[in-house]
């Protein structure tokens, strides 16, 4: 049972070029979701997914989009990324009503 | 929307004392609230969380009570270790925490030894 994982791990980008960040669970969960953290902001909420075949907007979701592939993954997309935009990522999915488990983030840097 | 607020930032206790980390919720509909220990580099790892049907919770070392009333959640972390030191985040949501969770700004725990 891998949990959570996301790629890439670490990624560098130049303003203007596009990414996405992927997501997978194995633990067969309704709900994924993805969240930005910065600095003395907490984790903020950018998309989620409550079920397979639907998606949600966040409290941040200006400049991404995302795709919930299918159940077992989410995937977040930077069109055009900006230095804002630098942070840590993190994915993280829950059963219905119950506990969040989160990846172990990929850490973005956009020059 | 809902709106977390956490204190204090930054908490040093002595190892051995009892720690208090306090948040407040602004949305009357949150019904589920999850503490999240962030160790330096790491994810973060859920540690207890409660529903809005009990007033408090424990396990072992760590405890959570809930004053629906006045809106408030606290942590409570007693005989501190040093493996206790981390940032630590309060969270609420309404659904029971299925659209995802509101996260207060987090709390930097120093165990002094």
């Known amino acids: 049972n891998a949990g959570v994982t996301q790629t890439p791990k670490f990624q560098v980008l130049k303003t203007g070029q596009s990414m996405t960040l992927q997501c997978a669970q194995d633990m067969n969960h309704n709900s994924m979701y993805w969240y930005r953290q910065d600095p003395g902001m907490g984790l903020r909420l950018i998309y989620y997914?409550?079920?397979?075949?639907?998606?949600d907007k966040g409290e941040v979701p200006n400049g991404y989009n995302v795709s919930r592939l299918n159940k077992r993954e989410f995937s977040l997309r930077l069109e055009s990324a900006a230095p804002s935009q630098t942070s840590v990522y993190f994915c993280?999915?829950?059963?219905?009503?119950?506990?969040?488990?989160f990846g172990p983030g990929t850490r973005l840097l956009v020059l | 929307g809902e709106n977390v607020e956490q204190h204090p930032s930054t908490l040093s206790v002595q190892e051995g004392d009892s720690a208090v980390i306090k948040c407040t919720y602004s949305d009357s509909a949150s019904n589920y609230f999850p503490w999240y220990k962030q160790e330096l580099g790491k994810r973060p790892q859920l540690i207890i969380d409660i529903r809005s049907n009990v007033g408090e919770k424990k396990d072992q070392r760590i405890a959570v009570t809930l004053n629906k009333t006045a809106k408030h959640f606290s942590l409570h972390i007693t005989e501190t270790q040093p493996e206790d030191s981390a940032v630590y985040f309060c969270?609420?949501?309404?659904?029971?925490?299925?659209?995802?969770?509101?996260f207060g700004k987090g709390t930097h725990l120093i165990i002094q030894p």
């Open positions: 993280a999915s829950s059963a219905t009503r119950a506990q969040s488990l």
């Open positions: 969270a609420a949501a309404s659904g029971g925490g299925a659209d995802g969770l509101t």
């Open positions: 997914s409550a079920s397979e075949g639907t998606t």
